[in-house]
């Protein structure tokens, strides 16, 4: 009995040390019990229990080093792994950050990335822009963008950023990014650079035929075609500030960047998401995905955004242009070239496949845009997947079905408003428009001549002599006819009290009246303000400030006190406050002149043929002295913005702005300087970039310049109306050629000068036309032409104006093509020996004399302001 035990013992322990089995506790007990007794058993198990729990523990010890050492080494290169991965995914997310580099340096094509990246997730972009009323709400961006933040839902592995895209209103600008990172949004800036912006020009002369917007075809164009017409004027200036492709195709390269796009989306910022409609998409994307690069998601026009809030979430009737949906590898990108408002988006569909629109498909685009319809790809590249909502534009008229046309017209004027609120921000911010600045008469040259004045320099002496006495004769004239209008008011009065019977003040002073013209009072006022200014005679700006009171604003008069007992009645009234800012009544009253302008009169008849920018100058030199007050001022505001709403709204002065001889060249003269007065800065930049329009057609050089030649052909047009309808004699045609060849050049000059001086605008003396008009080269070839008569005094202050304008513009070697400069700097050095020649004492004719410094009737017939050496020139 024991030797079999002790076999089976054996068996037992041979059994357990086999690797092939390892019982449980619990089994190996219950197996034994029934043939092993169980103080055996134990006794057995406690014999061996020191020699198996050593080999047990140095096995387990020894195994355990290897272990931690394999472990540490394991973990540590998941870490690095891990953190190279994170480096390698999150490096372009801050790179992109940077907005400089992601505006100056963009992915310029798709560069492929190793097959081991997982490219799984969508990328919505939503690109936010300028606000552009009429076409949207003020602010609506910013509210649908909140809208957006706060209602749309949170997609499954979907990323959202947004595209600050130029916004051009910095505070604006600062309102969304808060917005933004109060919901803690992501976001790439693309700057409105002011600088940048300020180095782009409009597009004048792209069109059929010069100065295409005075033409009878444009004038026959609908008012819908006139708009496109004068929005392709801004295209340059649309692409960089709208930047509505350039936008688009950031959210491409930046989508492209991240290493598990998949499908990237740079939807308008106004676009709204439901989960029903996401779905969709993302189904259709699993589906389709391997075969299309490219998917349209067609889109729906909300009239409320809650809509979207009470309405279930089905699939709406998407009649509006799509959004588009491009996978990770796609190759194309959008023509930065179109501009918004000219089928930006709708060109990159057509390149897709998508059908065209009936409305436009037959349509052929005017000649001066691109054909962006000819890039229509024969096959369909796409598919279509889900549906997007368009968040309300503030517009519930625009958003209609039927609003089609009436949105694309508002769109047009919306960017132009915007573009010319852009311009005059920049003129008033950047350029320093000022109103209130002398705009004929610079500023700088008028002071360095007053202080020749005082120095005694002998040439400014001179003419300031000159200035002074026909000052003192104007004055003279004026105190007489004041004194005769008195005479007959008191008679006037005496007969009234008679009543004998009734007589009109008009009628007793129209006898000293009828001599008195528009541009003769302009030419008074100006001599005596300028002969104020040198000599600070206050006298002179007195009787300045009367002539505008009495024949201008038809106001009472400012006269010397007649007695002490009037005096001292006015300065006892009580009604008078001498308190606080305002300061006692002392020798000055109010002199009792009646009001003498009515519309009816000789004044507002020759309003259309008479140059304003001198006597507006004027008027600025005596509000600043306060021999004008402020009310005063203002109503020759008022006074300038009724003419200048009758010369740009009334049909005959416009047709007579249209003509393209020097009548036109008035127009814009007269324009520029009366909305430059009134603070209509929109106004003066419009004429001062579009008049260079008239260039190509007033002008017309030959290339071979060996024959002089006259080159104003309309101008000798309308000498020969004169002659055809007897207002001239065909023996004076020459002289009269002459004349107002000259008279449109001395026109330009002024127009030129006021825009340098004003310091903002398009510099019209630098244009060069595609045909190679120029107005230095048309001056320069009336020179060459009149030779013979270079000692003319018009051709003189001609001169005098071109010198002065090169000056200041500083671009003598642009004038013309390098070839010519030699022969063209030449007839400048001819010019400089005729201004040196001048000498103003020795015209001992007295005619010739007015002319040269610009009074007199031959003066004005040949549009000289008066003293113009004085600040217009050097």
Not at 130 to 146: E, F, I, M, S, W
Not at 372 to 393: I, M, P, T
Not at 683 to 703: E, Q, S, T, W
Request: charged share 25%.
């Amino acid at each position: 009995m024991q030797a079999r035990q002790a076999r089976l013992l054996a068996k037992i322990d041979k059994k357990s040390k086999s690797p092939s089995f390892y019982p449980s506790r619990s089994n190996m007990n219950s197996s034994l019990t029934s043939i092993i007794p169980r103080e055996n058993f134990i006794q057995r198990i406690t014999s061996n229990k020191n020699k198996y729990n050593l080999h047990f523990d140095k096995k387990i010890s020894h195994q355990s080093a290897n272990s931690k050492l394999l472990l540490l080494v394991f973990q540590t290169l998941i870490v690095v792994i891990i953190g190279l991965l994170c480096t390698y995914l999150i490096y372009p997310h801050f790179i992109l950050k940077d907005t400089s580099l992601l505006i100056n340096h963009p992915p310029s094509s798709y560069k492929p990335i190793p097959n081991s990246i997982i490219r799984d997730q969508i990328i919505l972009y939503r690109i936010l822009g300028n606000d552009l009323p009429p076409r949207h709400k003020a602010g609506q961006t910013l509210r649908n963008v909140r809208f957006i933040l706060e209602h749309e839902s949170e997609f499954l592995n979907t990323k959202k950023w947004w595209i600050l895209n130029r916004i051009a209103d910095p505070d604006y600008e600062d309102t969304l990014i808060s917005l933004l990172k109060l919901h803690k949004q992501d976001y790439i800036r693309i700057p409105f650079d002011e600088n940048e912006y300020s180095k782009l020009d409009f597009r004048i002369d792209d069109f059929p035929k010069p100065d295409f917007f005075n033409s009878d075809e444009f004038i026959r164009f609908s008012k819908v075609s006139k708009l496109r017409a004068i929005d392709y004027t801004y295209i340059d200036k649309n692409l960089y500030a709208m930047n509505n492709n350039g936008g688009r195709n950031v959210a491409l390269s930046h989508g492209k960047s991240q290493l598990n796009a998949r499908w990237i989306l740079p939807f308008d910022g106004n676009c709204f998401l439901t989960p029903n409609a996401f779905a969709d998409i993302r189904a259709r994307l699993n589906l389709f995905g391997d075969q299309y690069k490219y998917f349209i998601v067609p889109m729906a026009r909300l009239l409320n955004n809650s809509q979207l809030l009470e309405e279930s979430d089905v699939r709406p009737i998407t009649p509006e242009e799509p959004q588009i949906i491009f996978r990770y590898d796609s190759d194309k990108l959008y023509n930065e070239q179109m501009r918004y408002g000219r089928r930006s988006k709708l060109e990159m569909l057509w390149r897709l496949g998508f059908p065209p629109s009936y409305k436009i498909s037959g349509k052929l685009p005017a000649s001066w845009e691109p054909d962006s319809y000819s890039n229509k790809a024969e096959e369909v590249q796409y598919q279509s997947a889900g549906w997007v909502f368009r968040l309300f534009s503030g517009q519930i008229s625009q958003e209609i079905k039927e609003a089609g046309p009436i949105r694309a017209f508002n769109r047009l004027l919306a960017i132009q408003n915007f573009i010319d609120n852009l311009d005059e921000r920049i003129a008033r911010k950047v350029q320093g428009f000022d109103p209130f600045r002398l705009f004929l008469y610079d500023e700088k040259l008028l002071n360095k001549a007053r202080l020749d004045f005082w120095l005694g320099v002998p040439k400014v002496v001179e003419i300031v002599n000159v200035l002074i006495k026909h000052a003192d004769n104007i004055l003279s004239e004026i105190i007489n006819l004041y004194d005769d209008i008195h005479l007959n008011y008191l008679n006037f009065l005496k007969i009234k009290e008679k009543e004998t019977e009734k007589i009109n003040l008009s009628d007793l002073m129209e006898e000293s009246l009828t001599m008195l013209s528009l541009d003769i009072l302009f030419e008074n006022v100006t001599t005596l303000t300028l002969a104020n200014y040198f000599s600070g005679d206050e006298q002179y700006s007195k009787w300045a400030a009367n002539l505008i009171r009495t024949f201008i604003l038809s106001s009472y008069t400012i006269g010397e006190q007649d007695n002490i007992e009037e005096s001292f009645n006015i300065m006892n009234n009580e009604t008078i406050n001498n308190e606080g800012y305002n300061f006692p009544y002392l020798n000055k009253i109010s002199r009792i002149i009646p009001k003498f302008l009515n519309v009816d009169t000789s004044f507002s008849k020759s309003l259309n043929d008479t140059d304003p920018s001198f006597f507006l100058d004027a008027c600025r030199l005596l509000h600043r002295i306060r021999a004008l007050t402020h009310k005063e001022y203002m109503n020759l505001q008022n006074f300038a913005s009724d003419w200048l709403e009758s010369l740009i709204n009334s049909p005959q002065n416009l047709k007579i702005g249209r003509q393209s001889n020097h009548r036109g060249t008035l127009f814009d003269l007269q324009v520029i300087s009366l909305s430059g007065f009134v603070n209509d800065l929109r106004l003066y930049l419009r004429v001062a970039n579009r008049a260079r329009m008239r260039i190509g057609k007033h002008f017309n050089i030959p290339i071979d310049t060996s024959m002089p030649k006259i080159s104003q052909n309309h101008e000798i047009m309308y000498v020969q109306n004169l002659v055809d309808i007897g207002k001239i004699k065909p023996l004076d045609y020459d002289e009269n050629v002459f004349r107002y060849t000259t008279l449109n050049l001395q026109y330009w000059m002024l127009l030129v000068r006021i825009i340098q001086n004003g310091r903002c605008g398009s510099d019209i003396w630098q244009y060069t036309t595609k045909n190679g008009q120029r107005i230095s080269k048309a001056i320069i070839e009336h020179f060459k032409y009149y030779n013979n008569r270079m000692h003319d005094s018009a051709i003189i202050v001609l001169a005098h104006m071109t010198k002065t304008a090169l000056k200041a513009s500083d671009t003598e070697r642009n004038i013309c093509q390098i070839q010519d400069e030699h022969i063209y700097s030449q007839y400048f050095n001819h010019i400089d020996d005729v201004i040196n020649n001048i000498n103003i004492g020795n015209k001992t004719n007295k005619e010739e004399l007015n002319v040269i410094i610009g009074i007199g009737d031959e003066a004005r017939r040949r549009g000289l302001p008066p003293f113009w050496m004085f600040g217009v020139v050097l």
